[in-house]
T-cell receptor
Framework: GAVVSQHPSWVICKSGTSVKIECRSL??????MFWYRQFPKQSLMLMAT?????????EQGVEKDKFLINHASLTLSTLTVTSAHPEDSSFYIC?????????FGPGTRLTVL | DAKTTQPPSMDCAEGRAANLPCNHS???????VYWYRQIHSQGPQYIIH???NNETNEMASLIITEDRKSSTLILPHATLRDTAVYYC??????????FGTGTRLQVFP
């Protein structure tokens, strides 16, 4: 199957700083990528849909000014958590759609102190 | 999107078949049944999907009832590495995946 990578795999930052997470499709081009967040012992929650060359579409309740998404190329989407706070600590997972399947990255664990 | 209902947890002995049920009684004609799984602290992994016919691949088999109101994912010979949360999702093609609570499958020796 198609391979999606994420970087970094884990990050620890201080409260108030911004953190950027990269999502790359390694062997295919993805016009659409998705960003999910997962808290411990909970299911994945869709945050936003990222379309190459256009603004991301955010799910209800997700602050677009806090979670900045950029999808500047067909192989890269980035999620920036701005002014991170401890409650933003979570597992962030991206995915990319190819034909009728969605392939997921390995996830990025963010811990905000 | 149609709502799905899955048991919260199941156990299976290693080497035996794991049969994971999913109810989707409100599925509409153009919606597919997708199965993903998530091993602890990893991203979800695609398993299989189908519309109305039974499907089989190297990982699993998907059995969809004739009325399409329920389906069963079958792992023919479960191993310890199959321990994961399994998600049944019903969506139209190219729609975004919305995850429910899934079934936590524990495979024991």
């Amino acid at each position: 199957g198609a391979v999606v990578s994420q970087h970094p795999s884990w990050v620890i930052c201080k409260s108030g700083t911004s953190v950027k997470i990269e999502c790359r499709s390694l062997d295919f081009q993805a016009t659409t990528m998705f960003w999910y967040r997962q808290f411990p012992k909970q299911s994945l929650m869709l945050m936003a849909t990222s379309n190459e060359g256009s603004k991301a579409t955010y799910e209800q309740g997700v602050e677009k000014d806090k979670f900045l998404i950029n999808h500047a190329s067909l192989t890269l989407s980035t999620l920036t958590v701005t002014s991170a706070h401890p409650e933003d600590s979570s597992f962030y997972i991206c995915s990319a759609r190819v034909m009728n399947e969605q392939f997921f990255g390995p996830g990025t664990r963010l811990t905000v102190l | 999107d149609a709502k799905t209902t899955q048991p919260p947890s199941m156990d299976c002995a290693e080497g035996r078949a794991a049969n994971l049920p999913c109810n989707h009684s409100t599925i509409s004609g153009n919606e597919y049944v997708y199965w993903y799984r998530q091993i602890h602290s990893q991203g979800p992994q695609y398993i299989i999907h189908g519309l109305k016919n039974n499907e089989t691949n190297e990982m699993a088999s998907l059995i969809i009832t004739e009325d399409r109101k329920s389906s069963t994912l079958i792992l023919p010979h479960a191993t310890l590495r199959d321990t994961a949360v399994y998600y049944c999702i019903v969506i139209r093609i190219a729609d975004k995946l919305i995850f429910g609570t899934g079934t936590r499958l524990q495979v024991f020796p």
